[in-house]
């Protein structure tokens, strides 16, 4: 979620680029963790939007929106968000619980607090691999409101263009027993090279029991959409042009190049969780949340 052209550090580093999606997601899981219905608890999001200065002034709880979910941004787009933080947190606890895995590998961590929030069995490792100014930022957020870890965390600050394998090898992951790997809001900003790269080194580095969960986007709706609502609500309101962002490159059909190397998926859209849930976003016209797809993968052998 926060790989960018340039090495940033510090608050800046969060505030430039993709990064200032990393706060967006924040914001949105702040509102989620404030509804009355909540889909996801995360006390630290909030902590993380004020602290920023391109975010201070964003909402973090309902009553600060005044068209509360008929805000194409911080409502329907926000719940979103809570959704899918709700749907890849039972995925990873629901692996480690039933699985077995006891390596969990944050892909493009950003400002991801799972290791802070969830509960943990024993013996798990959580690793986050994203740039050195975002776990920076991290760091200097969770340590001013002494936040600590509910499980070993173990923060890598490399950019996934660099050799994030050897820094995760390392920090003594071990590529022969069983992981979870999350890819949360990522695939669809790397270029298509580098979504294959990603997905064949998570694969290599799989021992049989691995699962890996993460977000797609369907190409021919990627510019479909450009004049939603979500989109035009998220430009004017906080300056983000998504889609000047995503790459445009063909995308690689992952999922099914990961079937044919043992793994099974299955593929939903977030329409399918929200019935599930019983509340999140659901179809509409102009839909800029068409083209979405979350991806779940379980590898049966090497």
Known sequence: MTHTAQQDTGVDGVAGGVGLTALLVAAARALETHRPDSLAQDAYAEHFVLAAPASAGWPVRPEQVPDADADPLWGRFARYFGLRTRVLDDFVLDTVRTGGARQVVLLGAGLDARAFRLDWPPGCVVFEIDRGGVLDFKHQVLAGVSAAPLTTRVPLPVDLRDDWVGALTDAGFDPEAPTVWLAEGLLFYLPRAAETYLVDTVDRLSAAGSALAYEAKLEKDLMA????PLYTATRRQIGIDLLDLFSREPRPDSAGD????GWTTSVGTPF???????????????????GNRWVFAVKHRR
């Open 225 to 228: 959409y450009r004049d939603s």
């Open 258 to 261: 990961l079937t044919g190397r």
């Open 272 to 290: 399918d969780f929200t019935r599930r849930h019983g509340r999140g976003p659901l179809p509409e016209r102009n839909d800029a949340l068409a």
